[in-house]
Nanobody, 118 residues
């Protein structure tokens, strides 16, 4: 069973930055071949995509975070990061790390809270 552990959330003022990290407890070969992603869920709303990165480095971003958020991965450390800049109060949510393996197993972390004050 793969476990994903997020970190880096917190309270930040509007316009500020945060860097989220997620470490996957799995083998390097499984992590390296998996698609990783970051999602958010605000109170009363459905979980929605922020960004994904495939094993080949292809990225996909939600329109709302393009040019503000950057996803990256370090396959040597089984880590995926989300650099968030120009944060807005609307970015306040619980952020979740997700992993899809080549055999279509899907895993989620427990989430990390990001609160952006105005």
């Amino acid at each position: 069973q793969v476990q994903l552990l997020e970190s880096g959330g917190g309270l930040v003022q509007a316009g500020g930055s945060l860097r989220l990290s997620c470490v996957a407890s799995t083998t390097r070969s499984i992590f390296r071949t998996s698609t990783m992603g970051w999602y958010r869920q605000a109170p009363g709303k459905q979980r929605e995509l922020d960004a994904t990165m495939t094993s080949t480095g292809d990225t996909n971003y939600a329109d709302s975070v393009k040019d503000r958020f950057t996803i990256s991965r370090d396959n040597a450390k089984n880590t995926v990061n989300l650099q968030m800049t120009s944060l807005k109060p609307d970015d306040t949510a619980v952020y979740y790390c997700s992993m899809w393996t080549v055999i279509r197993n899907n895993y989620w972390g427990q989430g990390t809270q990001v609160t952006v004050s105005s």
